[in-house]
């Protein structure tokens, strides 16, 4: 029997080969010039899909829709024009759903994660798309491929970690830092991204197979991609590997952060589950986010069984609100979480408080609120942190956010530090309103300057340049309110020791932000410097696509 290769064809190729038969129909396709506005600024030539296909057909007679990212493009980065696709479509097959049409999503994952020349724009629609993804999942299984090429990295690896079922195979590589930003962050003696075996021993389809992250491991053929896709519809959905907190906190506490793990390891950890729990000093090394933590709560002790994340329920201006934390511990068992990053234990502990509150309150009729005191550097690069899969453990994290919010908690993001990149999307990118401090040393981005001038081959000075043109690109709060996502910015005297009278303002506007909040991220595409300038393309993509889609 002859076989085909699915890694070798292109993004709409592969649509093409997955849906029957003349049921092939592209919706916002290239003769639609629904390109990025962002990257001709910086003399980057754009493609008039922007590297995304959408197709609706029909899957073995079900209908379908197959969104493939196209590695070629960009490294199947994500920007604004695309994201926006792939967030809008998953949203219309929601819709579908819910209105009794049952439509299957397939989702094909080409995409070094973030389009870094457009850098918050990417990591804004990969938070809308993962929070369809979530809602989806109540009504169908939302399946995932990575064929290989590029695979899926960065807050797409986060995103294909969402999915119902997810098919890989052994020439491809999955995990949230590539080799090469490991290695810029902490070291080649941490992870050398010249060494071959070692990546594929630690991201590559066979590792992340036997390691239990990946569903189906299939051969590079059409056939066998086309049988797996029909296996996932057919099958049992199983509980989402984001959702068993306990399972992979036993594994990270039984981890060595010390010793270099193997795929052997995990392997055991997973399957003999322990519940002893290591016992980890508290140093409460200061950061912004302990200091307004503290200051929110009126210095409440953490109901959290882990000092790197600060959890209390407090009475907040007549309600009841949980707040939550992440910060640094400079006695941290993992030596890449110490500054305040999300890291393994930070994601699966994020995920355990934040179900707890969706558990506890299942049949109140008044939910918790939940805010998130956002100041994270960014996630954690360490060898261990891939091999056990930290893109699951930031999965965890923001499916369980998405989650609260379909069921009907209120969720609220106060920016007080930074908000870097995995991070960023695992603890506050989920909130439904997002609100800042406006202070001149917060920063939010995709990446650190180092690492994002490494991956796009330009020099620091280059890419601030780039940031004149491109507000997207740049690191101050001010230009990411440009964008759209902040509801408010908030004036205070100091950020760091903050008076009476700082914690009185941001408490009443954090209130009100609570009160104005709903259960979607719709308000980014609604405040004034979104529709002004911000999210101008977004719109534009959602209003044709709507008027295609009916």
């Known amino acids: 029997m002859m076989h085909t290769s699915f890694i070798e064809l292109k993004g709409r190729e592969r649509a093409l080969a997955l849906l029957d038969k003349n049921s092939f129909n592209e919706l916002l396709g290239p003769f639609d010039r629904m390109e990025s506005p962002h990257l001709a600024p910086q003399g980057i030539v754009p493609e008039s899909d922007d590297g995304v296909v959408i197709a609706r057909g029909t899957f073995s007679g079900t209908d379908a829709v197959v969104l493939s990212i196209e590695g070629a493009f960009q490294g199947g980065g994500i920007g604004e024009v695309c994201g926006t696709k792939l ?4 949203e219309h097959i929601l819709t579908d759903n819910k209105n009794g049409k049952k439509v299957i999503p397939i989702i094909i994952f080409d995409t070094g994660g973030v389009r870094l020349q457009e850098a918050n724009y990417g990591l804004l629609l990969i938070s809308e798309i993962q929070s369809a993804i979530v809602a989806l999942r109540d009504y169908v299984p939302v399946i995932g491929l990575i064929p290989g090429n590029v695979g899926s990295f960065g807050g797409m690896s986060i995103t294909a970690a969402l999915c119902s079922n997810l098919i890989m195979t052994d020439v491809a590589r999955f995990g949230l830092n590539g080799p090469e930003v490991i290695e810029q962050e902490a ?4 992870f050398n991204s ?3 075996r070692l990546i594929w021993d630690t991201i590559g389809g066979t590792a992340r197979y036997e390691t239990g992250l990946v569903d189906q491991l299939v051969s590079d053929d059409i056939s066998a991609f086309k049988n797996a896709v029909q296996f996932a519809i ?3 959905r199983p509980v989402p590997r984001t959702h068993q907190v306990e399972k ?7 981890l060595d952060p010390n010793v270099k793990a193997s795929r052997e390891d995990i392997v055991r950890f997973m399957n003999n589950p322990s519940k002893e729990v290591p016992e980890i000093e508290d140093a409460k090394t200061p950061s912004r986010g302990r200091t307004w933590f503290a200051a929110l709560t009126d210095s409440s002790a953490s109901l959290s069984d882990f000092p790197g994340v600060l959890v209390a329920d407090k009475e907040f201006n007549g309600q009841a609100t949980r707040f939550i934390a992440v910060v640094p511990n400079a006695k941290n068992r993992y030596r890449r979480a110490v500054n305040g990053e999300v890291g393994l234990q930070e994601g699966w502990v994020l995920a355990k408080y934040i179900q707890q509150v969706i558990q506890e309150d299942a049949n109140k009729e008044v939910k918790r609120n939940i805010v998130a005191v956002i100041d994270v550097p960014s996630q954690a690069y360490g060898y261990n942190e891939e091999l056990m899969g930290i893109h699951y453990a930031c999965a965890a994290s923001a499916d369980a956010y998405a989650t609260a919010r379909l069921r009907g908690h209120k969720v609220t993001g106060l920016i007080v530090g930074n908000a870097i990149s995995g991070a960023f999307l695992a603890h506050g990118l989920q909130s439904s309103r997002l609100i800042a401090l406006d202070d001149k040393d917060i920063n939010v981005q995709a ?4 690492s994002a001038a490494r991956i796009t081959k330009r020099t620091i000075a280059e890419l601030e340049e780039a940031t004149k043109k491109v507000p997207a690109m740049a690191y101050d709060i001010h230009n990411y309110y440009s964008l759209g996502a902040l509801d408010l910015l908030i004036k ?5 020791s903050p008076t009476v009278a700082d914690v009185a303002l941001v408490s009443k506007e954090l209130a009100k932000a609570i009160k104005d909040g709903d259960f979607t991220l719709g308000q980014r595409l609604k405040t004034q410097p979104a529709i ?3 999210r101008v393309s977004s719109i534009k993509v959602r209003t044709k696509l709507a008027e295609q889609w009916h």
């Open 87 to 90: 967030a809008a479509s998953l």
């Open 187 to 190: 070291g080649i003696k941490e």
């Open 194 to 196: 010249r060494d071959r």
């Open 234 to 236: 057919d099958s049992e």
């Open 248 to 254: 992979y906190l036993s594994a990270v506490n039984q």
């Open 447 to 450: 990446m650190s300057k180092q």
């Open 492 to 496: 205070i005297g100091n950020a760091d």
């Open 532 to 534: 002004t300038q911000g």
